[in-house]
């Protein structure tokens, strides 16, 4: 099959997304609403088991960090003393011909992102070009139009920096007409004002209007660990350093939402805030850095897929921030954040509540507000790159073609799908013999319809990593035929064995164990 570019790939993995019960848009039958979706049958399993997998490398796999599950709804000043309703804004730029509204920011970065891209180019061209000689850090270095594009990165990044730490929207305005950035829609560069635009929902609480106060749908579930600090600590026992858990939907009233489940309204969090001693958060920033680069990379991507990006400007609470980076399939994007946030939300939930958030160190003999290191992945993020880096479209040996999610086998929707050959001569009896004995353990699918190849098909494209087979052979040999997903080869089992093989391949210690 001719290779595709990368944007209709997006739109391919989107099409394939709806296709086969992964994600809908919400409320289609009223024509949808904007970047709110559902997930389907598939697309939830999926997603509890990355869900699973984070839970348990986090709270299984430490005994010094716990999970809870605080509540969407919170005491209004708690936002206050988080700083989300003076400081949780986006710099939005309307385009005057298109009257399309952009972040600034992001525009910004997609032209630093194109530079990037240049850059690339020119490194792969050297790497086909001196194969095993290459010594692409030297390349970097010394190469004229290398140099050059880094220039004008470091240059944009620097200048772009200082606007961002003075809350200089002029100069951001200015940024984006002196790099001649257009809009995608109309061409032009005819831009407005850039304007911060805060992203809470509010809401109210009361029976009646008169009676009712203001309320907001959680931002960001962090808060909801910092306000049970005391109690889980208390309650735990625990010492620091110690963390707590929590994975929760979150709510952003999201301008310039796109590119699919990537950016949305209504979106799920998978957050851990580690409590630390004041002075040790660098270390602490440096562990947790590669220890979440490691759980990335235990689900098999490829080596160049992800990366650190530093942040230009840290958040009003940290002291140190970067994101682990996903390459997809429209570029490089945020994936997961690691932040250093010191004792700042601490320290104000016990300014604004009047009660000490403080820890008492029996070693140092002394109470103080512990530091915190923050580590946030976007679950919905996490499902569209293992949707895009598992989905290939493939043309087989005898012409055919077929699309495949290899998603890893221990994330897989369905572990195994269960198939008579023909839908008499008792096989169906047989696979549901199989079925009853394996359903406990797994989440397995039964199916009857069709011919085998095109149930194949079907099982390839929701990522079902085995296929077992009940044939006329199996009534007298008491042995089926497994099929396995990614190289679609075939071999004679025992039944006696089903249960043992899926045990192993699918089994999700194997994947914790990595993390070691």
């Known amino acids: 099959m001719a290779s595709i570019n990368s944007e209709d790939l997006f739109k391919n993995i989107i099409s394939h997304a709806k296709e086969y019960g992964f994600i809908f848009q919400s409320s289609e039958i009223y024509d949808g609403l904007s970047a709110v979706y559902d997930y389907g049958q598939n697309g939830a399993e999926l997603k509890k088991n990355i869900r699973e997998f984070w839970w348990k490398a986090m709270v299984q796999m430490n005994e010094n960090i716990v999970g809870i599950d605080a509540s969407i709804f919170m005491h209004p000043t708690t936002w206050k003393a988080s700083g989300h309703v003076d400081a949780f804004n986006d710099p939005l730029v309307d385009n005057k011909d298109s009257k399309k509204r952009y972040r600034a920011d992001v525009l910004i970065e997609d032209h630093v992102a194109k530079i990037e891209g240049k850059i690339l180019k020119e490194v ?3 790497r086909v070009r001196f194969g095993d000689a290459f010594d692409e850090a030297q390349f970097r270095t010394t190469n004229p139009r290398v140099v050059e594009n880094q220039q004008k990165i470091d240059a944009i990044n620097t200048r772009f920096k200082a606007a961002l730490e003075a809350n200089d929207l002029e100069e951001v305005r200015q940024i984006i007409i002196d790099l001649e950035i257009v809009c995608p829609i109309s061409g ?10 805060n992203l809470m929902f509010s809401t109210q609480i009361g029976s009646v209007s008169e009676e009712a106060s203001t309320i907001y749908l ?14 889980v600590q208390k309650t735990g026992r625990m010492k620091i350093p110690f963390g707590i858990a929590q994975t929760g939907k979150a709510f952003r009233n999201e301008i310039v939402a796109r590119q699919f489940i990537f950016r949305m309204r209504e979106f799920e969090q ?15 920033y440096k562990y947790w850095k590669e220890t979440r680069m490691r759980w990335h990379r ?6 160049g897929k992800q990366r650190f990006h530093d942040h230009l400007k840290l958040a009003h609470y940290a002291n140190a921030a970067c994101d682990i980076e996903f390459e ?5 994007k945020e994936l997961e954040g690691i932040h250093s946030r010191t004792d700042f939300d601490l320290g104000n939930h016990e300014k604004f509540s009047g009660k000490k958030l403080q820890y008492f160190d029996p070693e140092l003999n002394q109470s103080y507000v512990p530091y915190v290191l923050e580590t946030s992945i976007g679950l919905d993020r996490m499902f569209l790159a293992i949707l895009s880096e598992s989905y290939a479209e493939e043309k087989l040996e005898d012409g055919s073609e077929r699309v495949v999610l290899r998603i890893p086998p ?25 079925m009853d004995r394996i359903k406990y353990d797994h989440n397995c699918f039964y199916e009857e319809k069709d011919n085998i190849g095109k149930r194949y098909r079907r099982q390839d494209a929701i990522g ?8 006329h052979e199996t009534l007298v040999d008491n042995a089926v035929t497994i099929r396995y997903r990614d190289t679609m080869l075939q071999e004679r089992i025992p039944i006696e064995q089903v249960e043992n093989i899926l045990n192993e391949k699918v089994d999700m210690r194997a994947a914790l164990r990595k993390l070691n």
């Not at 998978?270 to 602490?284: A, L, R, S, V």
């Not at 235990?298 to 080596?303: A, H, M, V």
């Not at 079902?464 to 044939?471: A, E, K, L, Q």
Request: aromatic content about 16%; glycine content about 6%; hydrophobic content about 45%.
């Open 188 to 197: 032009t560069r005819n831009w407005t004002e850039v304007r911060q635009f």
């Open 410 to 434: 221990f994330l897989a929707p369905v572990k195994c799908a269960v198939m008579p050959l023909v839908k008499k001569d008792g096989l169906p009896e047989k696979a549901r013999e199989i």
């Open 298 to 303: 235990s689900l098999g991507f490829p080596e």
């Open 218 to 231: 959680r931002p960001e579930t962090a808060q909801g660990i910092f306000v049970n600090f005391l109690n």
């Open 328 to 332: 997809f399939p429209f570029g490089f």
């Open 124 to 126: 792969e061209k050297a």
């Open 464 to 471: 079902t990593p085995f296929c077992i087979t009940v044939d």
């Open 270 to 284: 998978m957050e851990m805030q580690f409590f630390i001693k004041p002075g040790t958060e660098m270390e602490w």
